[in-house]
């Protein structure tokens, strides 16, 4: 089955450090403003969703959201979650760990698309 998030080890690492240092986490993938255009995680009881975000998948266990007029531009690409050195959002969890989670991206093959339409 094709995912439309997924996370590299890299990723999948940071994240069980900061859910055991934290407790349960959540993503949101930030359409810009204070943070720029990033990946944001946060406590999962501290950030409300609304009507207009997508739950798009789960890494690590954790729920990673998208906002609907985000999707709209990033719906016909695969989110690969990964993380670098650096800091990265002010108000994302891993901000004091030296690491900065990290959005790249490729382009779903024809066959991905009608495995993904579906499935819907």
């Not at 590299?8 to 255009?37: N, W, Y």
């Amino acid at each position: 089955m094709v995912q439309r998030v997924i996370a590299t080890e890299s990723a999948e690492e940071l994240i069980a450090r900061l859910i055991t240092k934290h407790g349960p986490v959540m993503f949101h993938q930030s359409g810009g403003c204070c943070d720029g255009s990033a990946p944001m995680c946060y406590l999962r009881a501290e950030f409300l969703t609304g009507p207009a975000d997508i739950l798009l998948g789960e890494i690590g266990g954790s729920p990673f959201y998208i906002s609907r007029a985000q999707y709209e531009y990033w719906q016909h690409t695969q989110l690969i979650i990964d993380v670098v050195e650096g800091r990265g959002g002010m108000f994302s969890l891993e901000g004091p760990e030296g690491l900065t989670f990290l959005t790249r991206s490729r382009l779903f093959t024809d066959e991905e698309l009608d495995q993904l339409a579906k499935a819907a």
